[in-house]
C-alpha cells in the first residue's frame, strides 16, 4: 500500500500538480464566467454542462501522463506491478478531486437560491463529466499522447455544441434541455472507457 | 538550407497522429455545417413573397424600439445573456432588481410591463408558432414603441441603468445596441441585396464567407493541438539537445518549422474550399455571372489565414517558453469564450479571433463592416507575426541555456 502512495505522490508532485493548480484557478476564476445567483433548472445544468465539463477533461486525460517517457514506462514495464495497480489510485485521486469540483459548483448555486432539482442535477453531472474526462483518459492510453487526449476530447464537446444528435444516447448537455436520463450512460460509458484504456496499457507493455 | 528544413518539417507534420485528427475532424465539421441544398435555395427574389430575410438597420428610432422588445422578453424570462469577459454567462435578476428593470422600461415606454407582456403575447399570435420561418419574421416585426418625446440620450441613460443592473457585456451595452437592429427586408431591398450578391460577391465570394465563418470555429482550436504538439516533440523525443547542437539559427530553425505547420493546416482548408465552392461557380452561370474561381483562394486568405497564424504562432510561443502543454487550456479557453462571446453572428468584426458570418449574401452590410473586418485580420496578422519573433528569441535563449527557462529537468 506504501509503495502506490509513494508512487502517487511522486506522480501528483512531478505531472499532476499543475494541473490541481489550474483546477483551482478554474474555481477561483469561476465567478467572472457564470452566474450562481437564483437558476432555474436548465440554467444550473448549462454551469454544469458547460463550464464545470472542463474539469473532467483537466483532470483525467493527464493520467498517462508519465508514461509519455520512454524511460519511465521501460521501468513501470519492468516491474511485476500490474498496470491496474498503478493507475488505479490516480483515477481514484482524480475522482475524489472532480466529486469535489462538483458539489463545491453545486453548493455555489445551492446558496444562490436556485430553483431545481439538486439530486438529479449532481448525480447527471457527476456521470457526465466523468464521462467526458473518460473520453480525454481513453484518448491519451491508446495514442500514448495527452495532446491527443485533450484534442479528441475538447472535439467531442465542441461536436455536441452543434451536433449532438449524432451521438444518440451518449450526447452531451441534456440537462440543459430538461432530460435527466442519460446518466446510466454517460456512467456506463465512463466506466468502459476507463476501464479499456487501462486494458489498452497493459496490452501495450505486454507486447512491448 | 531553410528549404530542406521546411520540407523535412512538412514531412514531420504528415506523420503526426494529431495532424491526422486535424485533417479527419475539420474535413467532417465543415462538410456537416456547409449544407448541399444552399446553392439550390438561393434563387432571386419574387415579388408576393411572405418573408424576404431579414436586414440590419441603424436607424435610432429602430434601434429603441428593436432594444426594448429585447428587454421586455428578457424581463419577461429573467434570463440575460452576457459576456463579461468574452464568455457567456447567464445572469439571473432579483426580485428587487427585477422591479427596477421594469421601472426602467416603463419609463421608456409610458406603459405597465402587463401591458407589454400582453402586446408581445398579441404579436407573436399573429404567427405560425410550427414555423420557423414566420417565428423569425415575427422576431424581426417584434417592437416596442417609446412614450412620445423620448429622446435617444434618455434611451441610452436608461440602458446604462440596465447595464448596472445585469453587469458588463450584455445586448444593453451601446456599443451592442448601436451595431443594429434586424429588421425584415421588402422585395426592393432582397432584390438590392441579390443584385449586390451577384454583381459584388459574383456569388463564389459570398458562399465563401460562409465557409469561412463554419472554418473559423473550428480552426480557432484544432491548430492549437498541431502546434504544442510539434513544439514538444523535440523535447518529447529526446532530441532537444541535439537540435540545439545545430548550426542552423533558432530563426531558421522555427521559421521554416511555423511555416512548415502553416501550410499543412492551411492545405485542408483551401482544398475543401474549392470543392464545396463548385456548385456555386455553376449556380453563378443560371444566373448569367460567372462566378469568381479564386474566391476559395482569396476569401479564405484574409480570412482564416490570420486567425490560423496566430493559434499556432501563439501555441508555438507559450510551448516552447513553458514547456507544457498550458498553451492547450489558456488558448481552448480563448477559443470557446471567442466562439460563446460573439454578440451577433453575423459582422461581430471587434477583436474577436473568430469572425462571424453566418449568413449567405447580406453583401451591402459586408462592405459597411469591411474596414473594421480588415483591421481586424491586420491586428491577428501581426499579433502572430509578434508571436514568432518572440518564439525565436525564446529559442535561442533555451539553446544558450541548454533546456527549458522554466523547469529543471522533468517531464510535463
Given at each position: 500500500m506504501e509503495k502506490y502512495g509513494k508512487v502517487t505522490a511522486s506522480f501528483v508532485k512531478r505531472q499532476y500538480f499543475p494541473h490541481l493548480l489550474l483546477i483551482l484557478l478554474f474555481v477561483v476564476f469561476s465567478g467572472g464566467f457564470v452566474s450562481f445567483r437564483g437558476l432555474e433548472s436548465a440554467q444550473a445544468a448549462k454551469v454544469m454542462e458547460m463550464y464545470v465539463a472542463f474539469a473532467g477533461i483537466l483532470l483525467f486525460t493527464p493520467l498517462f501522463m508519465p508514461e509519455q517517457d520512454r524511460e519511465i514506462w521501460d521501468l513501470e514495464r519492468s516491474k511485476r506491478t500490474a498496470m491496474w495497480q498503478l493507475y488505479l489510485p490516480r483515477i481514484l485521486l482524480a475522482l475524489l478531486v472532480c466529486i469535489l469540483v462538483i458539489s463545491l459548483f453545486m453548493g455555489l448555486m445551492v446558496r444562490g437560491g436556485g430553483n431545481f432539482d439538486v439530486g438529479s442535477l449532481l448525480l447527471g453531472a457527476y456521470c457526465e463529466i466523468l464521462f467526458l474526462g473518460s473520453i480525454g483518459f481513453f484518448a491519451s492510453a491508446v495514442t500514448n499522447q495527452v495532446v491527443v487526449g485533450y484534442m479528441i476530447a475538447v472535439v467531442y464537446y465542441v461536436v455536441n455544441i452543434?451536433?449532438?444528435?449524432?451521438?444518440?444516447?451518449?450526447?452531451?448537455?441534456q440537462m440543459m434541455k430538461g432530460e435527466y436520463g442519460s446518466w446510466i450512460y454517460w456512467l456506463l460509458g465512463a466506466v468502459a472507457l476507463l476501464a479499456s484504456g487501462v486494458v489498452v496499457r497493459e496490452r501495450v507493455r505486454r507486447r512491448g | 538550407m531553410f528549404g530542406a528544413l521546411f520540407f523535412k518539417e512538412c514531412k514531420q507534420v504528415l506523420k503526426s497522429l494529431v495532424y491526422f485528427i486535424y485533417v479527419v475532424v475539420f474535413v467532417l465539421f465543415i462538410t456537416s455545417q456547409m449544407s448541399g441544398d444552399s446553392a439550390v435555395r438561393l434563387q432571386a427574389p419574387e415579388p408576393g413573397q411572405s418573408y424576404y430575410g431579414t436586414t440590419v438597420a441603424k436607424d435610432e428610432t429602430l434601434i429603441m424600439e428593436g432594444t426594448l422588445a429585447n428587454l421586455v422578453e428578457d424581463i419577461n424570462h429573467n434570463s440575460w445573456v452576457t459576456y463579461p469577459l468574452g464568455f457567456y454567462k447567464g445572469v439571473t435578476l432579483t426580485d428587487r432588481e427585477t422591479e427596477q428593470a421594469k421601472a426602467i422600461l416603463e419609463r421608456c415606454t409610458g406603459k405597465p410591463f402587463e401591458v407589454l407582456l400582453e402586446e408581445m403575447a398579441g404579436h407573436f399570435g399573429q404567427y405560425d408558432q410550427s414555423s420557423a420561418e414566420e417565428m423569425d419574421a415575427a422576431q424581426a416585426n417584434y417592437r416596442v414603441s417609446v412614450k412620445e418625446g423620448f429622446t435617444y440620450a434618455e434611451f441610452e441613460a436608461a440602458m446604462k441603468e440596465i447595464c448596472g443592473l445585469v453587469?458588463?457585456?450584455?445586448?444593453?451595452?451601446k456599443s451592442s445596441y448601436e451595431y443594429g437592429i434586424r429588421i425584415p427586408m421588402t422585395y426592393e431591398l432582397a432584390k438590392e441585396e441579390f443584385d449586390a450578391l451577384c454583381e459584388k460577391d459574383r456569388v463564389t465570394r459570398a458562399y465563401m464567407r460562409l465557409f469561412c465563418d463554419y472554418a473559423g470555429i473550428v480552426l480557432a482550436i484544432l491548430p492549437i493541438f498541431v502546434g504544442v504538439s510539434r513544439a514538444l516533440w523535440d523535447r518529447r523525443a529526446k532530441v532537444q539537445q541535439v537540435m540545439f547542437s545545430k548550426p542552423a539559427s533558432g530563426a531558421r530553425i522555427i521559421v521554416s518549422r511555423y511555416l512548415a505547420n502553416l501550410v499543412m493546416l492551411c492545405i485542408p482548408v483551401f482544398v475543401t474550399a474549392f470543392l464545396l465552392q463548385q456548385p456555386f461557380c455553376y449556380k453563378a452561370q443560371t444566373f448569367g455571372i460567372r462566378g469568381d474561381g479564386m474566391a476559395f483562394l482569396t476569401v479564405p486568405g484574409v480570412w482564416l489565414l490570420p486567425e490560423i497564424m496566430v493559434v499556432l504562432a501563439l501555441s508555438f510561443l507559450i510551448t516552447e517558453l513553458?514547456?507544457?502543454?498550458?498553451a492547450v487550456f489558456v488558448q481552448v479557453a480563448w477559443a470557446i469564450g471567442s466562439i460563446f462571446g460573439a454578440d451577433v453572428l453575423v459582422g461581430d468584426f471587434r477583436m474577436r479571433l473568430i469572425a462571424r458570418w453566418n449568413t449567405l449574401g447580406q453583401t451591402t452590410l459586408f462592405s459597411s463592416l469591411e474596414k473594421g473586418f480588415l483591421q481586424n485580420r491586420a491586428y491577428y496578422f501581426l499579433l502572430a507575426v509578434v508571436c514568432i519573433i518572440l518564439t525565436v528569441i525564446v529559442y535561442e535563449r533555451k539553446r544558450r541555456k541548454g533546456g527549458s527557462l522554466v523547469w529543471k529537468n522533468t517531464e510535463r
Open positions: 452543434g451536433g449532438g444528435q449524432y451521438l444518440g444516447r451518449f450526447a452531451l448537455f | 453587469g458588463k457585456g450584455s445586448a444593453y451595452e513553458t514547456d507544457t502543454i498550458v
